[in-house]
């Protein structure tokens, strides 16, 4: 088992920046490939960005590509998410996510968080 606790959400303004951290303790956290996600009010949740186990490899949706940067520290058994030029389409919760394999679907991730709200005023 893999526990992740997210921090670092809030209410901020369009145009601002956050990071997101999230911590993993259990298994060996460079093993797994991990994943962001976030889900809006009334709307299914979506991939936003993944990275391999080293930090050699990431993965954007379009819809954050160039704004949001994913990153890990294994040291620290802690993956990272910096948004910039947040947008109020960026508000939901957002979640990360541990698997065994390099995916971009949600199904293909075993261990997630509890969520971090997210909320970006126009």
């Known amino acids: 088992q893999v526990q992740l606790v997210e921090s670092g959400g809030g209410l901020v303004q369009a145009g601002d920046s956050l990071r997101l951290s999230c911590a993993a303790s259990?298994?060996?956290?460079?093993?797994?490939?991990m994943g962001w996600f976030r889900q809006a009010p009334g709307k299914e949740r979506e991939f936003v960005a993944a990275?391999?186990?080293?930090?050699?490899?990431?993965w954007y949706a379009d819809s954050v590509k160039g704004r949001f940067t994913i990153s890990r520290d294994n040291a620290k058994n802690t993956v990272y998410l910096q948004m910039n030029s947040l947008k109020p389409d960026d508000t939901a919760v957002y979640y990360c996510?541990?698997?065994?394999?390099?995916?971009?679907?949600?199904?293909?991730?075993?261990?997630w968080g509890q969520g971090t709200q997210v909320t970006v005023s126009s």
């Open positions: 259990g298994r060996t956290f460079s093993n797994y490939n």
């Open positions: 996510a541990g698997s065994d394999s390099w995916n971009f679907r949600s199904r293909g991730y075993d261990y």
């Open positions: 990275i391999n186990r080293n930090g050699g490899s990431t």
